[in-house]
């Protein structure tokens, strides 16, 4: 009995985290292979970070998004902020993101981002936000606040954002690009062919044409985008991504493998194996990427902070050699 109250009580929750997936068939979840395997949310500094997001009010896509990395970099004081709510107005067929009508802009959010930034001592800060194609900019104007309150009170704190695609708002993103950000992040998270099963409500030339402005605007900005496989993509479907890519000038490319959140969400195709993504990394770094993050486990923002000092390295080189 009680184990049957368990699971109507948590259909409940996914149920209310993702209203417009309910009538979706259930998929079959597949069992994890040996190479993913995550440290346990358990460490004192975990504890201590829980306690700054909770005190503060603020929201982590590391809790959001169910990310599997969150023991390790919790207990490294690496939290990955998202703003502008908990309630995504899209509703990706990956994302375990909270869907529906998200409430009004909560325009203290940036001064205790900037608090919780000051207080955890981070050099290099990774700030996300839900879709909002509610508001008129799509939020870039609050990505703005967050980026200048964190700047004024840690001045030495490097910034990296991730951003929705501001699609349908009127070139909105320029005034984030123009802030900035020391790392302008976007992610096509799938090869063209699969979009409308996993990210309907995106175009994938829309994103990358975003990620392209970024670079025609200041070109010294770096950029980073990320794509998830095991969804159903092909070999020859990635490196044309990573070809795309790199003709908008895209420095960072991240790949990981996709995890399925719920029986409600896309299923996985396959498991992706670590020799498969080592050749990922071969060839996108053959392919001109100054940095390249490929492994089962990788994150946009995992270990985002050393491999900002990496690709800042690789530029250094880069220019030197030329
Ligand atoms: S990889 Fe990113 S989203 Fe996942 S726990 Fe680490 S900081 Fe958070």
Redesign the pocket.
């Known amino acids: 009995m009680a184990n049957l109250i368990d699971n109507t009580a948590r259909q409940d929750a996914r149920a209310a985290r993702h209203p417009e997936k309910q009538k979706r068939p259930d998929t079959p979840i597949l069992r994890k292979p040996d190479w993913i395997r995550v440290k346990a949310p358990l460490g004192k500094t975990f504890s201590e970070t829980q306690k700054i997001v909770k005190d503060g009010g603020l929201v ?3 809790e959001e ?1 169910g ?8 207990d490294q004081k ?3 902020f998202m703003i502008l709510g908990d309630t995504c107005t899209r509703a990706c067929s990956f994302c375990n993101v909270k869907t529906g009508l998200p409430g009004a802009v909560d325009t203290d959010e940036p001064r205790r981002i900037a608090e919780a930034v000051a207080q955890m001592g981070l050099n290099h800060v ?1 700030i996300t936000s839900v879709d909002r194609d509610d508001l008129d900019d799509g939020g870039a104007q609050h990505f703005v606040d967050v980026i200048e309150a964190i700047r004024s009170k840690s001045p030495g704190t490097t910034i990296e954002i991730l951003t929705p695609d501001f699609l349908r708002k009127d070139n909105a993103e320029d005034i984030v690009i123009d802030a900035k950000p020391d790392v302008f992040n976007h992610n096509l998270e799938t090869v063209p062919r699969l979009y409308l099963s996993i990210r309907p409500g995106a175009r994938y030339y829309h994103s990358l044409r975003l990620l392209e402005r970024v670079k025609q605007r200041d070109p010294a900005h770096f950029t980073k985008s990320g794509i998830m496989v095991g969804l159903g993509e092909s070999k020859e479907e990635v490196m044309q991504v990573m070809d795309d890519m790199r003709s908008a000038g895209i420095d960072f490319l991240t790949i990981g493998q996709y995890l399925q959140p719920t029986r409600k969400h896309a299923a996985v195709d396959r498991f992706v194996t670590p020799d498969e993504f080592k050749a990922y990394e071969t060839i996108a770094r053959a392919k001109g990427f100054l940095m390249v993050s490929a492994t089962p ?1 990788t ?6 902070g050393d491999d900002f000092k990496k690709l800042r390295a690789a530029r250094d080189q880069q220019l030197a050699r030329s």
């Not at 994150?299 to 985002?304: N, Y």
Request: hydrophobic share 35%; glycine share 4%; net charge neutral.
């Open positions: 982590t896509v590391c998004a990310c599997p990395n969150i023991g390790e970099c919790w690496h939290a990955t990774v486990l994150r946009s923002s995992h270990h985002a």
